[in-house]
């Protein structure tokens, strides 16, 4: 199969790969560029599990061809924060339990740090709504909305 | 035994990592994409597994050509039934300890009669994912297809279809007597009677089924996969013919179970594949593979009749069950006991008779799902509880503080509880926190509350004789490591470990290294199941750890020249309480215990009592080790025209005896009600004469953030659980009770009752057009 080179700024640092028409986003972050953080839930785009930020809009990489995001700016879980220096989202989902199985966490991090460049300080109703795209089986939701008010709070996103 | 408390030198009052509400260790880890899922492992030349699967839910397969797929570059294996060495693997329930009438058929591939759509009948491994794929359409089977049966009171007659090759298609039957029911219900003033249903519910775990399998240098098949149960291994090498210790299982950091990675999924694939490619293999199941091929919670016909005198006071129930087991029996005859014993709920009833009947169709198979049988009839007794209430005038927080069991007082099946029971509080803690009634803001908006509660054992039945294991050791810097075969299901299951081995040996959790789920390296702590981790595997790591700390005491004393209780081990030091100038560090105690040679690791075993089976006849006899009990209150906004339901306050309140730690309690809490809430208002598995209709998560619709309102998490902590420091379960009682009390608040704000979960708009307008 034909195989067409493309260029992706992940999480700022320029990476060359060969992709196929078919690929998509999430096969290629998982498959050639070791990006594992990113989860594969049900590759048709109904629970968020895969969701990057692509030119700073949220997307499902499962729907995003890898074509698409040639020339791009993609950041995952790990662009935006990591043990050094982490994103005051990841130190709010950790001090607030928002964390059980952690499969979904990528994405909902992903999620909530598209919501907070857009609007930095939502309301409830407004986290809900931005991560109603992202499924979580384990925690009820409450702690992870409470996580991102309180990493808003902080005002440092 | 309970009341005597042992002696310690650490009291309650004086814990500092037990009860506090401490990020879990694991969390870090996760939030910076650290942690490795099954299907984050890759193994240098690894070949990609593929499952052919049924296409008929019922049908013989005549025969299997698998020369096209065999002959398609890149393919290095195909299997069928026939080259498994053990296809089929019949086991006599209980792990470790054989009990029961019941034999369990687990077959790997199907190659008689395929028993259910979706069912494997031959694997593939392949260089690419996508010559997996191509090879696996490559495959012809000739089926010759059945009309099958779907309905399990159907496949109870006579004369229905059968969905096995020579069993019958009722897996088993059981009975509880007590009392005499007839004598019951003619003093009764008031009977209730009505039948509930409810569906197939699919776990839908955010990550589907995955591994990786490879063989090693000294040729033992392992496998890293994500499991709720790494001790398949003996199984798994059952069907390969291989002695069990050439068999290790590794389990992964689980991305959600909730009993559906309880059962083996792709394992024995996964090993067989390895072993006849000599080649690593991974294989992750798409998410409709997912929900076509795993287990799914019982669907239930419950037959229910409840009596009572004028002023409340339950005096007869009788209750008919009917589950659907689906094509195979896995853990079908012990859900359905689960359902048979819980089938009187937390109430003192004088006359009791159930009757219940597990029965194989040619559905999706059913099997262990967080609350294994029990949230099906608490949905029917807590309905029946508010139908009886309702005709007595009577609130339903009223009739049930007529009725609540209570300490000393026997379940229908004679055992007599003997702990504390959380009655009528949880249930008034909960009611209470619903606040002031929400007021209507259109014509057509009704607001109702409901409440229920629910009893749930914590730890397997007593006749499995089960244990745990739990290793313990101080290095010589004074750090802690733990080794513990615990599988991680998220719940927190190895982060409560790090907790009691922190707190027993006065160390921060920072210090604590804790390895799980390696059937070769980590003793054997059974499975990650029955809300039993934090019980047995919790209480052995006690119990390993106060063994060491006892040596360290003893050890200190010498060398602060004091006596062990006068000590105090805390912040990697030991100190002379009335004398905090005479202190020594942790390290060094632990460097003159080397030198002396006392050894500072201990391996404990707890075990679970020990009982015998029960009396199948009548039902008597003891079941579990002991209960969580709680309440749910919820506040529903309904729709008169449309049918919909908003869910305006949910409160979950439960005696978890001690939490080890409240923010993962208040988690179970929060996420099993929410899970209980999908299965009440839109969670189900639609099935068309076998063929699944719902195989998607948008099809299939589990809450998101925009369907659930804050849940608000009551913890009562009465201390008397049998689980270290006094603690309980809680992951599967979290999610019993919230189905009723919605459908209850349903009930309350429309006054017309719906009597099959899940509550959808057309089920609530139609009972509103019958009304």
Known sequence: MKTYLIEITLNGEKRKVEVTTRETLLDVLRNKLDATEVKNGCGKGDCGSCAVILDGKAVNSCLTLALQANGKEVVTLKGIGNEEKPHPLQKSFVEHGAIQCGFCTAGMVVSAKALLDQNPRPSRDEIREAISGNLCRCTGYKKIVDAIQDAALEGKS | ?771
């Open chain 2, 1 to 771: 035994m309970p009341g005597k408390p042992k002696k310690e030198t650490f009291s309650k009052s004086n814990y500092r990592i037990i009860g506090k509400p401490m990020p879990r260790h694991d969390a870090r880890d996760k939030v910076f994409g650290k942690t490795k899922y099954a299907e984050d492992h890759a193994i240098p030349g690894m070949l990609y597994g593929k499952v052919l699967r049924s296409k008929y839910p019922a049908a013989n397969i005549l025969s299997i050509d698998t020369s096209n797929a065999e002959r398609l570059p890149g393919v290095q294996a195909v299997i069928t039934a026939k080259d498994i060495p053990n296809n089929e693997n019949v086991t006599r329930f209980g792990q470790t300890h054989s009990v029961g009438g019941f034999e369990g058929l687990y077959r790997v591939l199907a190659d008689k009669k395929v028993r259910f759509m979706g069912e494997a009948i031959a694997l593939v491994a392949a260089e690419t994912q996508d010559i997996a794929e191509k090879a696996i359409k490559l495959i012809l089977v000739d089926y010759e297809a059945f009309s099958g049966v779907f309905d399990p009171a159907e496949a109870m007659k006579p004369g229905a279809y059968q969905v096995g090759e020579s069993e019958s298609n009722v897996i088993c039957s059981y009975k509880v007597r007590k009392g005499d029911v007839g004598k019951g219900f003619s003093r009764s003033d008031v009977i209730v009677e009505n039948t509930y249903r409810v569906p197939f519910q699919d776990h839908a775990y955010l990550e589907p089924e995955s591994g990786v399998a490879w063989i090693d240098d000294d040729g033992v098949i392992t496998l890293q996969v994500s499991t709720q149960v790494i001790e398949h291994f003996r199984e798994i090498a059952e069907v390969l013919g291989l002695p069990h210790n050439k068999v290790r299982v590794i389990g992964t950091m689980i991305g959600g179970g909730f009993g559906g990675k309880e059962d083996i999924t792709v394992e024995t694939y996964l090993a067989l594949l390895t072993w006849k490619t000599n080649r690593p293999v991974k294989l992750t199941y798409t998410r409709e593979e997912s929900i076509l091929s795993h287990s799914k919670r019982h669907p239930y016909i419950m037959k229910y009749r409840t009596g009572a005198t004028k002023d409340g006071k339950l005096i007869a129930l009788e209750a008919e069950l009917i589950s659907d087991a689906g094509g195979y029996i896995y853990l079908s005859p012990w859900v359905l006991l689960y359902s048979t014993v819980g089938a009187t709920g937390p109430y003192d009833i004088p006359h009791v008779k159930v009757d219940s009947h597990t029965v194989l169709t040619n559905n999706t198979f059913s099997s262990a799902y967080r609350g294994f049988g029990v949230p099906q009839v608490c949905f029917a007794y807590e309905s029946q509880m508010d139908e009886l209430a309702s005709q007595l005038n009577l609130s339903p927080l009223e009739i049930r503080k007529k009725n609540y069991l209570q300490k000393g007082r026997a379940l229908a099946t004679g055992r007599v509880l003997d702990h504390y029971v959380a009655f009528p509080e949880t249930a008034e803690s909960a009611l209470a926190a619903l606040g002031e009634q929400s007021r209507s803001k259109s014509s057509a908006e009704r607001i109702g509350r409901g409440i229920a509660s629910s009893m749930t054992s914590y730890g397997r039945m007593v006749f499995l004789h089960d244990t745990s294991r739990s290793y313990v050791s101080i290095e010589m810097d004074g750090s802690v490591t733990v080794r513990c075969g615990v599988q991680d299901l998220g719940g927190g299951q190895a982060s409560s470990l790090v907790q009691i081995a922190a707190e027993v040996l006065g160390v921060p959790m920072e210090d604590v290294r804790v390895y799980i789920a390696d059937t070769a390296l980590t003793p054997l702590a059974g499975t990650t199941t029955a809300t039993r981790q934090l019980y047995m595997s919790g209480n052995a790591t006690l119990k390993a750890a106060r063994e060491v700390r006892k040596r360290i005491l003893r050890k200190s004393a010498e060398m602060l020249e004091a006596r062990p209780e006068d000590l105090e081990l805390w912040d990697r030091k030991v100190v002379v309480k009335e004398a905090p100038d005479r202190i020594i560090s942790l390290a060094s105690v632990v460097k003159a215990c080397a030198s002396d040679g006392t050894q500072l690791y201990n391996v404990a075993q707890f075990n679970a009592p020990f009982r015998e089976l029960i009396d199948f006849k009548t039902g008597q006899g003891q079941v579990f080790p002991d209960f969580t009990f709680g309440s749910h209150a919820a506040e529903v906004s309904v729709d008169i025209e449309t049918g919909k339901i908003k869910i305006l306050k949910l409160v979950a309140c439960y005696d978890v005896g001690q939490a080890i730690n409240p923010l993962s309690v208040e988690g179970q809490l929060e996420g099993g009600t929410v899970q209980g809430l999908g299965y009440a208002l839109t969670e189900e598995i639609i099935l068309d004469k076998g063929v699944t209709l719902t195989p998607s998560l948008s099809e299939y619709l589990v809450p998101t953030s925009l369907d659930v309102p804050d849940v608000q998490a009551i913890v009562l902590g009465s201390g008397d659980g049998v689980g270290p420091f006094g603690a309980k379960g809680i992951g599967e009682p979290s999610m019993v009770s919230i189905a009723p009390a919605l459908a209850n608040a349903v009930c309350d704000a429309l006054g017309v009752r719906v009597f099959d979960l899940p509550l959808t708009p057309v089920k609530i307008v139609n009972a509103l057009k019958k009304s």
